[in-house]
């Protein structure tokens, strides 16, 4: 299975809630515990390897970001 699945399995799509020129941020619920998420999918297939770091390094920003009006990364 790949991991789109493992999402669409585990998640329930509410709404699309942004597009931008590398990807998707969906509003989902999660199954498990009807926790609602947002789930950003970035399309990293066509990126140059500029691009890719640049996506690469958002995900580490967020990882390390702790603040009450930033949404958690996880």
């Known amino acids: 299975m790949n991991r789109c699945n493992a999402h669409t399995e585990k998640y329930q799509r509410l709404a699309t809630i942004g597009k931008g020129s590398f990807g998707t941020a969906n509003l ?36 390390e970001l702790s603040h009450p009006n930033v949404i958690g990364y996880k």
């Open 28 to 63: 989902v619920r999660r199954k498990a515990d009807g926790v609602t998420l947002v789930i950003k999918r970035v399309e990293v297939a066509g990126m140059t390897d500029v691009q890719r770091k640049s996506a690469m390094q958002e995900v580490s920003i967020l990882a």
